[in-house]
């Protein structure tokens, strides 16, 4: 019989919030397809947040079980001791699945934590009391200081508490390793694993498609100050001087606010916005399209990035997290956050100079690196070195 690992998920998709760590759920489909899976995911709506009863919402898929729990909640209006009384709600409830848990699967070899706070706590209560140790993987990108709310802004119950669940981990793994590099760092880590995100290539692939009229260029995300559509739109503005057969496409849930940015420079004709989109539609998007572009001024490893590389689609890209660990000279342009005259000059040599750019070539080699079953054989041979670990806790981090 197969050994049962369970996943204990900070940020995980549900009813509120359908794509809120959809990126880990697609690590727990492709880890499942060689061994169960169970995820546990504790909703975080809020001390402001009504819930009238506790619940949780089972999904098998496969030997993928997810169980999403939400607790009851009544605010009383007092901010702090909400805040208080939510959080005792929140670990009652988590405490409550475990028991669950383990009443039906019995204790399991060791857990894995997907983003520290606040799941970690589960595990280091796991460990002290079970001696359960565990593996800790982070997907956060506010490990770098253009993060607004970044970790060094936080609270020092949040940063210390982060710190603790670094500290105990039996192995901790990263999506990038340039932020891998800071965590090791910042948490005096001896080691800190790069496996990154994954693409579903059946759904990203190189279609084969010609050179489009006009040349089109593509954004998907999800419109955040973070994503600066406002810079890549400034960059569009100098564009339109210089080329004329170009179109770029927006998808996501653009606000107005950009759409009349768009209109204030003159690019009512050339750009478009599509909302937002399910995930094949950014599939068929990414096949109509010519080259990628994002321009954040944060990041870990992004998802779009690897899936337009997947599509064949030369990237435009900022440096910002572990993006120059996919993109470079063969399958598209760097430039550095927040530079849209650079920008502006890589769009148009991509225009000028297309043919530099082997897109099935860029298509294969992405798909080998990112694809479902090399990534989920990394988590493997992760949980193979976790197989005899056992762990003494440590009261606090040093």
Known sequence: MMQRVLWLASWYPNKYEPVNGDFIQRH??????????????????????????????????GMLTEYI????FTPRGISVVDKIRYQLAYKKCYRKAWQQYKQQFGKPAFVH?????????????????ENIPYVVSEQASHYEMAAPDNFFTRSY????NTKRVFANAALVTNVSATIGK?????????EVITIHNLVDTAVFNYSGEDLHTPFRFLHVSSMSSQKNVTGILDALALLKRTAADWECVFCGPAGTDLIDNAAAKGLQDKVHFTGEITYTQVAEQMKQSDAFILFSDHENFPCVVVEALCCGL???SSTAGGVAEAVHNKNGYLVAAGDSEDLYKKLLHIIDHYEVFNRALIANEAAALYNCDQIANEFLLVYQRLQPAKKVFEESAS
């Open 113 to 129: 934590v997907h983003v520290p706070m606040k799941a970690g706590f589960m595990a280091l209560e796991l460990l002290k009391k």
């Open 28 to 61: 727990a489909i492709a880890v499942a397809a060689h061994l169960p899976v169970d995820v546990v995911h504790v909703l975080q709506l809020g001390a402001n947040t009504f819930i009238a009863k506790d619940n949780c919402v089972i999904n098998k898929k």
């Open 157 to 160: 119950f949040y940063r210390s």
């Open 314 to 316: 030369p990237v435009i």
């Open 182 to 190: 800071k965590l090791a760092s910042l948490f005096n880590l001896k």
């Open 69 to 72: 729990y939400e607790f009851a």
